[in-house]
């Protein structure tokens, strides 16, 4: 086993998503190509950025201007960091419907990143993708 791997799974068991990201990183400094440590990153930064979110907040800022594209990124991170994948997925597909220039490709890159931290095991991720090609051209 990758020492890497144990110590961002020990860190994660004890709550402390810094080290779990920490072990993340040096374990892809020695080894670029080890896509289980680029996707075990990809998950913590996830869940760091979930972790002092307000969900009822965003969804009230939403409410009051559908088009906060802020709101609607951190809302799906919520959502899929929740296990709401599909829920999250989907709704910033419709947020890349609504918008244009460099607001719909921030969206369009949050997603892609989003689909990086799931990976393509999850059952979501391959629906999606095709509903953001579709929503794209």
């Known amino acids: 086993a990758d020492p890497h791997h144990a110590a961002a799974q020990e860190a994660l068991a004890r709550g402390d998503l810094e080290a779990a990201a920490a072990a993340y990183r040096a374990g892809l400094t020695e080894a670029p190509g080890d896509q289980d440590a680029a ?14 979110i307000d969900a009822a907040a965003l969804r009230a800022r939403l409410s009051a201007d559908p088009d906060d ?43 892609v990143g989003l689909f990086q931290a799931l990976g393509d ?9 095709r509903a953001l090609a579709a929503a794209l051209f």
């Not at 996707?39 to 002092?52: H, K, M, S």
């Open 39 to 52: 996707l075990g990153l990809a998950r913590v930064e996830l869940f760091q950025r979930v972790a002092t």
């Open 69 to 111: 594209v802020e709101a609607a990124i951190m809302l799906a991170d919520v959502l899929v960091a929740r296990g709401e994948v599909e829920t999250g997925l989907t709704r910033l597909v419709g947020v890349v419907r609504r918008t244009t220039g460099d607001e719909r490709e921030r969206v369009r890159a949050h997603l």
């Open 121 to 129: 095991a999850e059952p979501a991720v391959a629906p999606a993708r």
